[in-house]
């Protein structure tokens, strides 16, 4: 029993398991005997054969069999397949006559021919010659069993010898394998091919040639094969020399090229005979039943034959070298490794050895498989335990280190990581098998500086096998697994037994809390504490950091003011305008840039510095987006509150470069906005103190004006050419001053001369409404009137385009006024169509999906970049006044002029020219092919009450409008 539990333990030992388990393998594979095996040790036998390494003996080209080919061409000469039988005696006393060795006839004549005489004459033929061998083959019987198909009895009995043309298919359905003897009952009749090389040449003794079978003396009711062998490819060339049978018969064959020389007689023609693949005969091309005895006797004549073994001996051969390497167990020793590659290599050894010194065939794909199996569960063992072996030796390393608060790393001479502790490992996130023989470097969780820091003082320590410690303290960015620390690093020398240095051990003592807890108290000094912004101490440092760089851009100082805050405080409390503080503290940041700086002034104010911007413009959009984040709801106890807030700006450079006085003028620049209501944009002017009254008297004034409603829109008429007809109006606001020191009361101003003021003061938003609301509510009221209303179109400054509020203000307008959109147009022009083209762009299709058509005015002054005219829905072109005005005189004017209505017709726009006061410029208009113009020519911009009086516009009881007099005359 103690034996039997020793024999266990030592089978299932850890060297040993792999082997016993690829000897149950080598057991499984021959047992089920899978027809894939038997598939791969033909293919090895094949690819060994193939590659030459058996020796086949020479041969002469003379002992080479010739083929007498019943072929195509023979069977179109003399007839169709079947033959009689005297064209077969024919061919063989042919034969005769050429003094051939021996005629192969694998022919079957097992009927006998509907004329007797024909029987007679091939029988004597074969007599003749002495030398013909006849077939024989197995064949089903019906009831079961096999029978024996022979010529006729007259054919065998003159025949010299018969022999057998049973061929068996390998597992991969190609023909390899002769039996040299084989018969019904017993073996008794030769192979096809040794009973050919037995007339053609001295008689053989088969006595230790293939492999024996057991049974092979008699056994009843089934067909017996003897002698196996496997036919290799021969010495000689291949294809074998084919005659065409008509040839022979003709005569066209020289004797001495068959004199003394084997020829087997068959069918090559196609379609006729069953073929043989075979890999032979090129990779396993079919070859015909009479080249393959042909091949069979070339190989039996050179001796090109191999006897397969028994698949028994395979078993025996896997089941000793498996025993053999269960038995020594190899272990991790050098000598052991090469014991089992020397395992795996000896079935492909043996196959060749005995393929090559002995002529043997024995396939060892099964021992292959399963030492191969073997060995790989042995690998996979050893590299197992030897895996165990480092972990228990690390775990002994790592429970040194555990007890450790810092963070530890153990460094090899060119730091790379050995070595890390539990801490270590907390603070770079990562696991031990993932960092451990990694350079240091190629750590970049500890952020680039903290590499830096790091690797520069292992090196120092290495280089000086002395220990190094880095005053002050180094940051380490946040990562996924943690938040952002403060290390304090030291690096000390590690050394070997004889006192060389080995490496380095770096320690790295977090001092997050300490350095925190002082940051905290700078951030409070330097931030607000409700908000967390800025306070001013930081910002002005900061404004000061920004003047001082040269390639800031436009600099920007933004004092922002909250409208009255004050009752939010009295009404809801200060905690609700705390919420309030911190949510527009919030928004700030998120309409601002990163680069800018957002702090808190005090109280309600805010103050922002701006860099990197082109111009004024890009600040008052700015600004712009600041109003518009300030004005969205905040909600308060349920209830919706609605915030504005003054803004006053100050250039850098352009105003002054002092930190303190650029405060100082953005807070005069917010009060000017704060003295006009609030919500508004103000730009600090260097007179604005004294200089800029009028300025300011405007501003009120217009302020005024729009609660007195003292604006007025006039309208100039424009014509088609081509038929004279009122093609549209023009509306162009005015605006009738109170009173000041600019202007006498009751003066009526241009737009040059109060547009700009209206658009600083953010007052051209609520002008732009009061024009609009006015524009519809005339086209409603001619249209109620009776008369012949005509499209009519309103300009839109810059500011109105800077949000999204125009399009619900067109809206708005055309709803309450009720007029078809047609009869309204809008008219921007080119510079600000290009001020932010994709806002432009989805703002302009937004409405004109309304039915408002769009304008582009001033074309060819501005930024022409001629790709937003396709981007934008653009119905119509105004050609500038100033390309008018010298349009008969300057030949450039010209040439621009008939550019832009090339170019407009080309798009699909109307153009209008407008400033026209010639009839010579009229002219040359029409000829260019101009559509509509606009002039003095024609008249000045009228009043509504004007227009009427003048007629411009007819009755719809009349057929047309005025028309254009100079045309229609």
Same mark, same amino acid.
């Given at each position: 029993?103690?034996?039997?539990?020793?024999? /266990?333990?030592?089978?299932?030992?850890?060297?040993?398991?792999?082997?016993?388990?690829?000897?149950?393998?080598?057991?499984?594979?021959?047992?089920?005997?899978?027809?894939?095996?038997?598939?791969?040790?033909?293919?090895?036998?094949?690819?060994?054969?193939?590659?030459?390494?058996?020796?086949?003996?020479?041969?002469?080209?003379?002992?080479?069999?010739?083929?007498?080919?019943?072929?195509?061409?023979?069977?179109?000469?003399?007839?169709?397949?079947?033959?009689?039988?005297?064209?077969?005696?024919?061919?063989?006393?042919?034969?005769? %006559?050429?003094?051939?060795?021996?005629?192969?006839?694998?022919?079957?004549?097992?009927?006998?021919?509907?004329?007797?005489?024909?029987?007679?004459?091939?029988?004597? /033929?074969?007599?003749?010659?002495?030398?013909?061998?006849?077939?024989?083959?197995?064949?089903?019987?019906?009831?079961?069993?096999?029978?024996?198909?022979?010529?006729?009895?007259?054919?065998?009995?003159?025949?010299?010898?018969?022999?057998?043309?049973?061929?068996?298919?390998?597992?991969?359905?190609?023909?390899?394998?002769?039996?040299?003897?084989?018969?019904?009952?017993?073996?008794?009749?030769?192979?096809?091919?040794?009973?050919?090389?037995?007339?053609?040449?001295?008689?053989?003794?088969?006595?230790?040639?293939?492999?024996?079978?057991?049974?092979?003396? $008699?056994?009843?009711?089934?067909?017996? %094969?003897?002698?196996?062998?496997?036919?290799?490819?021969?010495?000689?060339?291949?294809?074998?020399?084919?005659?065409?049978?008509?040839?022979?018969?003709?005569?066209?064959?020289?004797?001495?090229?068959?004199?003394?020389?084997?020829?087997?007689?068959?069918?090559?023609?196609?379609?006729?005979?069953?073929?043989?693949?075979?890999?032979?005969?090129?990779?396993?091309?079919?070859?015909?039943?009479?080249?393959?005895?042909?091949?069979?006797?070339?190989?039996? $004549?050179?001796?090109?034959?191999?006897?397969?073994?028994?698949?028994?001996?395979?078993?025996?051969?896997?089941?000793?070298?498996?025993?053999?390497?269960?038995?020594?167990?190899?272990?991790?020793?050098?000598?052991?490794?090469?014991?089992?590659?020397?395992?795996?290599?000896?079935?492909?050894?043996?196959?060749?050895?005995?393929?090559?010194?002995?002529?043997?065939?024995?396939?060892?794909?099964?021992?292959?498989?399963?030492?191969?199996?073997?060995?790989?569960?042995?690998?996979? $063992?050893?590299?197992?335990?030897?895996? *165990?072996?480092? =972990?228990?030796? =690390?775990?002994?390393?790592?429970?040194?280190?555990?007890?450790?608060?810092?963070?530890?790393?153990?460094?090899?001479?060119?730091?790379?990581?050995?070595?890390?502790?539990?801490?270590?490992?907390?603070?770079?996130?990562?696991?031990?098998?993932?960092?451990?023989?990694?350079?240091?470097?190629?750590?970049?969780?500890?952020?680039?500086?903290?590499?830096?820091?790091?690797?520069?003082?292992?090196?120092?320590?290495?280089?000086?096998?002395?220990?190094?410690?880095?005053?002050?303290?180094?940051?380490?960015?946040?990562?996924?697994?943690?938040?952002?620390?403060?290390?304090?690093?030291?690096?000390?020398?590690?050394?070997?037994?004889?006192?060389?240095?080995?490496?380095?051990?770096?320690?790295?003592?977090?001092?997050?809390?300490?350095?925190?807890?002082?940051?905290?108290?700078?951030?409070?000094?330097?931030?607000?504490?409700?908000?967390?912004?800025?306070?001013?101490?930081?910002?002005?440092?900061?404004?000061?950091?920004?003047?001082?760089?040269?390639?800031?851009?436009?600099?920007?100082?933004?004092?922002?003011?909250?409208?009255?805050?004050?009752? #939010?405080?009295?009404? *809801?409390?200060?905690?609700?305008?705390?919420?309030?503080?911190?949510?527009?503290?919030?928004?700030?940041?998120?309409?601002?840039?990163?680069?800018?700086?957002?702090?808190?002034?005090?109280?309600?104010?805010?103050?922002?510095?701006?860099?990197?911007?082109?111009?004024?413009?890009?600040?008052?959009?700015?600004?712009?987006?600041?109003?518009?984040?300030?004005?969205?709801?905040?909600?308060?106890?349920?209830?919706?509150?609605?915030?504005?807030?003054?803004?006053?700006?100050?250039?850098?450079?352009?105003?002054?470069?002092?930190?303190?006085?650029?405060?100082?003028?953005?807070? $005069?620049?917010?009060?000017?906005?704060?003295?006009?209501?609030?919500?508004?944009?103000?730009?600090?002017?260097?007179?604005?103190?004294?200089?800029?009254?009028?300025?300011?008297?405007?501003? /009120?004034? *217009?302020?005024?004006?729009?609660?007195? =409603?003292?604006?007025?829109?006039?309208?100039?008429?424009?014509?088609?050419?081509?038929?004279?007809?009122?093609?549209?109006?023009?509306?162009?606001?005015?605006?009738?001053?109170?009173?000041?020191?600019?202007?006498?009361?009751?003066?009526?101003?241009?737009?040059?001369?109060?547009? /700009?003021?209206?658009?600083?003061?953010?007052? #051209?938003? &609520? #002008?732009?409404?009061?024009?609009?609301?006015?524009?519809?509510?005339?086209?409603?009221?001619?249209?109620?009137?009776?008369? =012949?209303?005509?499209?009519?179109?309103?300009?839109?400054?810059?500011?109105?385009?800077?949000?999204?509020?125009?399009?619900?203000?067109?809206?708005?307008?055309?709803?309450?006024?009720?007029?078809?959109?047609?009869?309204?147009?809008?008219?921007?022009? &080119?510079?600000?169509?290009?001020?932010?083209?994709?806002?432009?762009?989805?703002?302009?299709?937004?409405?004109?999906?309304?039915?408002?058509?769009?304008?582009?005015?001033?074309?060819?002054?501005?930024?022409?970049?001629?790709?937003?005219?396709?981007?934008?829905?653009?119905?119509?072109?105004?050609?500038?006044?100033?390309?008018?005005?010298?349009?008969?005189?300057?030949?450039?004017?010209?040439?621009?002029?008939?550019?832009? #209505?090339?170019?407009?017709?080309?798009?699909?726009?109307?153009?209008?020219? &407008?400033?026209?006061?010639?009839?010579?410029?009229?002219?040359?208009?029409?000829?260019?092919?101009?559509?509509?113009?606009?002039?003095?020519?024609?008249?000045?911009?009228?009043?509504?009450?004007?227009?009427?009086?003048?007629?411009?516009?007819?009755?719809?009881?009349?057929?047309?409008?005025?028309?254009?007099?100079?045309?229609?005359?």
């Amino acid at each position: 029993m103690k034996a039997a539990q020793r024999i /266990a333990v030592a089978l299932l030992d850890h060297s040993r398991l792999p082997w016993v388990v690829a000897i149950a393998v080598l057991l499984v594979l021959h047992a089920l005997s899978p027809r894939t095996l038997e598939r791969a040790d033909l293919l090895v036998h094949d690819q060994l054969v193939m590659q030459g390494v058996t020796a086949d003996a020479p041969a002469s080209a003379v002992s080479a069999p010739l083929v007498i080919a019943i072929d195509e061409a023979s069977l179109k000469a003399l007839g169709a397949w079947p033959w009689s039988r005297s064209r077969h005696a024919e061919l063989i006393d042919a034969l005769n %006559r050429a003094g051939v060795a021996g005629i192969g006839y694998p022919v079957m004549f097992a009927e006998p021919s509907s004329d007797p005489g024909e029987d007679g004459r091939l029988a004597e /033929a074969i007599a003749r010659a002495g030398n013909v061998v006849l077939p024989v083959a197995p064949v089903a019987r019906p009831g079961g069993g096999i029978d024996t198909l022979q010529p006729l009895p007259a054919l065998a009995a003159a025949a010299a010898r018969l022999g057998h043309v049973d061929v068996e298919l390998d597992a991969d359905a190609l023909a390899r394998r002769l039996f040299l003897e084989a018969g019904e009952h017993r073996p008794q009749w030769p192979a096809f091919a040794w009973a050919l090389m037995d007339v053609s040449q001295p008689p053989r003794p088969l006595a230790g040639l293939g492999r024996q079978h057991d049974g092979g003396a $008699t056994a009843a009711g089934r067909w017996v %094969r003897d002698h196996e062998v496997i036919v290799l490819p021969s010495s000689h060339d291949w294809p074998l020399r084919h005659i065409p049978a008509v040839d022979l018969l003709a005569g066209r064959v020289p004797p001495e090229t068959l004199r003394g020389r084997t020829v087997l007689v068959g069918v090559t023609a196609a379609g006729l005979g069953v073929p043989l693949a075979t890999p032979m005969s090129g990779h396993g091309a079919p070859m015909t039943s009479v080249d393959f005895h042909a091949r069979g006797y070339m190989a039996l $004549t050179d001796g090109a034959i191999v006897t397969p073994l028994s698949p028994r001996w395979s078993l025996f051969a896997g089941l000793l070298l498996l025993g053999a390497v269960a038995w020594i167990g190899p272990k991790r020793r050098l000598r052991d490794v090469a014991l089992v590659v020397m395992a795996v290599l000896l079935p492909w050894l043996g196959m060749l050895a005995l393929l090559d010194g002995l002529s043997r065939w024995l396939g060892m794909i099964s021992v292959a498989i399963a030492v191969t199996l073997g060995a790989l569960g042995w690998l996979g $063992t050893q590299s197992l335990r030897l895996g *165990l072996r480092l =972990n228990r030796v =690390n775990a002994r390393a790592d429970a040194t280190l555990q007890a450790i608060s810092d963070a530890v790393l153990r460094l090899d001479m060119q730091l790379n990581v050995r070595y890390l502790n539990r801490q270590a490992l907390v603070l770079l996130g990562s696991t031990l098998d993932h960092v451990q023989g990694r350079a240091l470097g190629e750590l970049v969780v500890l952020g680039r500086d903290l590499l830096i820091e790091t690797t520069a003082l292992a090196e120092r320590c290495r280089d000086t096998a002395q220990p190094v410690t880095r005053p002050g303290h180094v940051s380490m960015p946040a990562g996924r697994d943690g938040p952002a620390r403060a290390l304090r690093l030291s690096a000390s020398p590690l050394f070997d037994a004889s006192g060389r240095i080995e490496g380095v051990v770096l320690v790295l003592n977090d001092v997050s809390d300490t350095v925190d807890a002082a940051e905290r108290l700078a951030h409070q000094a330097t931030h607000d504490a409700l908000t967390g912004l800025p306070n001013r101490l930081l910002l002005r440092d900061r404004l000061r950091q920004v003047l001082a760089q040269r390639d800031a851009g436009v600099v920007a100082v933004m004092f922002v003011d909250l409208d009255r805050f004050k009752r #939010i405080n009295d009404s *809801l409390g200060h905690q609700q305008g705390d919420a309030v503080l911190t949510t527009l503290a919030s928004r700030l940041r998120a309409v601002c840039r990163a680069s800018d700086t957002v702090a808190r002034w005090g109280g309600d104010e805010f103050m922002i510095i701006l860099q990197g911007l082109g111009d004024r413009e890009a600040v008052s959009r700015v600004a712009a987006k600041v109003m518009h984040a300030v004005g969205q709801t905040i909600t308060l106890d349920g209830v919706d509150f609605r915030f504005s807030c003054s803004i006053g700006v100050a250039i850098a450079h352009e105003d002054s470069s002092d930190p303190d006085v650029l405060f100082a003028m953005a807070d $005069t620049a917010m009060y000017r906005s704060k003295s006009q209501a609030g919500a508004a944009i103000h730009f600090y002017a260097q007179d604005m103190s004294a200089g800029t009254r009028d300025w300011i008297e405007l501003e /009120a004034d *217009l302020r005024r004006g729009l609660e007195q =409603n003292r604006f007025e829109v006039h309208y100039q008429p424009q014509y088609e050419l081509a038929s004279g007809r009122l093609s549209a109006l023009e509306a162009l606001l005015r605006f009738r001053r109170e009173g000041g020191t600019t202007g006498a009361a009751g003066e009526l101003l241009q737009p040059v001369d109060f547009i /700009a003021v209206a658009e600083e003061s953010g007052l #051209i938003e &609520e #002008i732009g409404e009061w024009v609009l609301q006015a524009v519809t509510r005339q086209i409603a009221e001619w249209s109620r009137q009776g008369l =012949n209303v005509v499209p009519v179109a309103v300009n839109v400054s810059a500011r109105q385009c800077l949000g999204r509020s125009l399009v619900r203000r067109v809206s708005h307008a055309l709803t309450r006024s009720g007029i078809e959109p047609s009869l309204l147009r809008l008219e921007l022009t &080119e510079t600000t169509a290009m001020s932010d083209v994709d806002h432009v762009a989805a703002l302009l299709a937004d409405i004109h999906a309304l039915g408002v058509s769009l304008s582009v005015d001033d074309f060819g002054t501005g930024y022409s970049s001629l790709s937003y005219l396709k981007r934008f829905p653009i119905d119509e072109l105004k050609v500038d006044r100033s390309f008018v005005r010298d349009l008969v005189r300057d030949a450039d004017d010209e040439a621009i002029v008939r550019a832009t #209505i090339a170019l407009a017709h080309g798009l699909g726009m109307r153009v209008v020219a &407008e400033g026209v006061e010639t009839e010579e410029q009229l002219s040359r208009l029409s000829a260019q092919g101009c559509d509509v113009v606009q002039g003095y020519l024609f008249a000045r911009p009228l009043s509504a009450a004007d227009l009427l009086a003048n007629n411009i516009l007819g009755s719809k009881q009349r057929s047309e409008p005025r028309a254009l007099r100079l045309i229609k005359s």
